[in-house]
């Protein structure tokens, strides 16, 4: 994704004459070319195919999975988040083999924070 389509991305004064502007995907703002591609995560944007509804739902039978669930703003009423379903069910798989689910949580939270996510993508 181009800096210039990124939800982060700030334009200046002289954006139209030196391509420039402003990134502020970080808690301080970087300047950036708005042709060039975005080094930092781009923001997320559900698509039909991370919907756990899509494959069977008559409601979604004229929509492709690479369209947006964000409709008018809003994401959509039936919306089933496939990756929070996938967590669930590690969830409950530890569970049953006797983990204590809130002590993995916590250091599989610090693994994540530990990570520098420039370096990581």
Not at 36 to 55: D, I, M, S
Not at 60 to 74: K, L, P, Q, R
Not at 109 to 117: E, F, I, R, T
Request: glycine share 6%; proline share 3%.
């Amino acid at each position: 994704m181009k800096c210039s389509e990124c939800q982060s991305f700030r334009r200046i004064g002289n954006t139209d004459e030196t391509r420039q502007g402003l990134c502020a995907h970080s808690a301080s703002y970087f300047p950036v070319d708005m042709d060039k591609e975005c080094v930092l995560f781009p923001a997320y944007e559900p698509k039909c195919k991370n919907c756990g509804r899509f494959a069977w739902d008559t409601a979604c039978m004229t929509c492709d999975e690479e369209d947006s669930a964000i409709h008018n703003g809003h994401l959509c009423g039936g919306f089933i988040d496939m990756d929070e379903e996938k967590i669930v069910n590690i969830l409950v798989q530890w569970r049953a083999r006797g983990v204590d689910i809130q002590e993995k949580l916590n250091e599989c939270m610090k693994q994540a924070n530990d990570v520098n996510l420039p370096e990581h993508i």
